[in-house]
């Protein structure tokens, strides 16, 4: 056993205060450290509880649809009063699992707290490498990462010398699809909502181009501007306005995954889209993905970004805060766009 | 030569009057003989050109968009004063073409006039098989049917059990899509727009359910009554209020196909479609398709769909008017519903 298993400790979490709606704020959620836990998995668990040590959580926009209170197609909502959870990256301090050993790390589904008791452990990953920075089993090397990666090479089929335009290009999914995107050969234009963030998919991400959706009073026109031919492959991160000039500027036969829609996330009621005709005329197909049909593929993908990242072809932005406190506003801070590049919590460095 | 080549006759044609805004009315068009031809390809002509009588045309919702002013994608506008064009189905009355004898039935894109010279053949088809009404080589055995077996079979990838949504459901295309759809098993609903044919997909189709549209004025709740466990695929015909209804009741991994959205055809500004965010959640396909990319593989389609007509284990209705002086109002007519089945215009039988 790892030195302090057995002592109790204070357990600090982030909880769920009330259901949001429209726009998250940091008062909706609470930090909280009435609560203990014992360092060790008790005689009488079940085979596979592990104890763990949670090290990096991941703030992800899908989270806000937990953070209401109906449930929206498979993300049930948190409980008031109880963690929230989210993916993360975990150091095991005692297991009756045979999979994890004391001082393996894993990443999965894990609680917003700094120790957990993992009784149901078939959702986790091992983590085989670790010349590479932790936290990024939270982004590159975790949910986001293989998002990217499938949803961009899957969803979207690309071929060499496409147009491909990107929003909430310099996110933790974005940043990956537009080098993902470089790297397959395409033409590649990204947009997000600073002037750092453009200057970001310019000079670190090798975007070709590269735009701030919030100066831009005329969408179709501006696409028009960086994709005279057309757009080919659109992976749709923010939906709304977005999606509706993008579908005036689709090519025939091209193709919108849908990663997600956060403009929408935190309306009442969504903004419509107009300008669906566009999927008749152009034969575009329109798909949606959730990266966990992909997580069977785990090991192929890992095997395929790896070298990506040892041989420094691809790089990663990560906006990390420090400790179980700063949580609450760096998870709505995803809302406003605050955060730069992946939005990771550090409980603790190890 | 067939008897009366060589004569010059009057050659009555339909023309577009103006531009059409809004919905197409039957004085957007007029019917005139002012108009001559010889029927007999003269001894200049280039090697392909042939002489027809044209027989059946076809009324087909795209047509809208090559009445209005602007390109839209693929479709040019028709010219003013000059006669419109479709699909129809003509008798070569002379040729200089070695793959069109005189007396040979064929299918194509044809002008709406008695007679037509043909200078471009290649978009034609030589009709094989004539012991099914010839007419059908306009719906059934023509571009809806082809739209209608490619769009089910290929685009909503479709399995046996899966629970299947038609709009515009009597229509040259919606009917044989429900028919395909119960041949391989599936559970299928149309929507239409009267009583009388909503009598027609449960009777005549074999429609499982069947409702009027008109009737409900919550076309969410009506779509969770007949599909209680969500929809698997939705072929899409009609665009607007019903796809949103559609949206918030797709199961995951859904398809929809999108055929024509003919609801929006004629409105100055589309409507506003809110429930994209079911993509998402869903993890649904929406893919436009246009039959013209199928026409390639026109011999399978045929080969599979004749035995279907000749056992009678397929159904199509038609509605079929004579003349040319019919001709106006039969087109306009698709924009608000007045015909039952595939509307044709007879323009001579044989």
Chains 1, 2 share one sequence.
């Not at 932790?134 to 010398?161: D, H």
Request: negative net charge; aromatic residues 12%.
């Amino acid at each position: 056993m790892s030195s302090g298993v057995g002592q109790v400790v204070e357990n600090k979490q982030v909880r769920l205060k009330r259901y949001v709606k429209g726009f998250p704020v940091e008062s909706d959620l609470y930090v909280t450290s009435d609560n203990t836990i014992e360092l060790r998995v008790s005689d009488g668990s079940p085979e596979g509880t592990t104890l763990v040590k949670n090290l990096y959580l991941s703030c992800d926009p899908y989270m806000r649809f937990r953070m209401g209170e109906s449930q929206i197609g498979e993300f049930p909502s948190f409980t008031i009063d109880a963690p929230i959870d989210g993916f993360g990256v975990a150091k095991v301090l005692d297991s009756k699992n045979p999979d994890f050993k004391v001082g393996d790390l894993i990443w999965g589904r894990i609680k917003w707290e700094e120790y957990s008791l993992i009784t149901k452990p078939e959702g986790f990953f091992k983590i085989q490498h670790t010349d590479v920075p932790l936290s990024y089993y939270t982004g590159i090397l975790g949910m986001p990462g293989i998002t990217a990666y499938f949803g961009f090479n899957e969803v979207c089929s690309p071929k060499e010398g496409e147009y491909v335009f990107i929003s909430a290009a310099s996110g933790a999914v974005g940043q990956l699809v537009g080098q993902f995107a470089k790297l397959k050969g395409c033409y590649v234009v990204g947009s997000a909502g600073s002037k750092e963030k453009v200057e970001l998919l310019k000079t670190k991400f090798g975007f070709d181009e590269a735009f701030n959706y919030k100066e831009e009073h005329d969408l179709v026109a501006a696409l028009k501007r960086f994709f005279p031919e057309g757009i080919d492959i659109y992976f749709e991160n923010v939906g709304g306005k977005m999606l509706d000039a993008v579908l005036l500027n689709m090519r025939v036969q091209g193709r919108i995954a849908v990663c997600g829609m956060i403009s929408q996330y935190n309306l009442d009621h969504p903004e419509p889209v107009y300008n669906l005709m566009s999927v008749i005329y152009n034969r575009v197909r329109i798909e949606g993905f959730i990266s966990f049909d992909y997580f069977s593929r785990y090991s192929e993908f890992v095997d395929a970004v790896l070298p990506y990242i040892r041989e420094k072809k691809i790089n990663y932005v990560e906006d990390v805060v420090e400790g179980l406190d700063s949580g609450p506003a760096a998870l709505v801070g995803l809302f406003s766009g605050r955060n730069i590049g992946k939005q990771v919590v550090a409980v603790a460095h190890e």
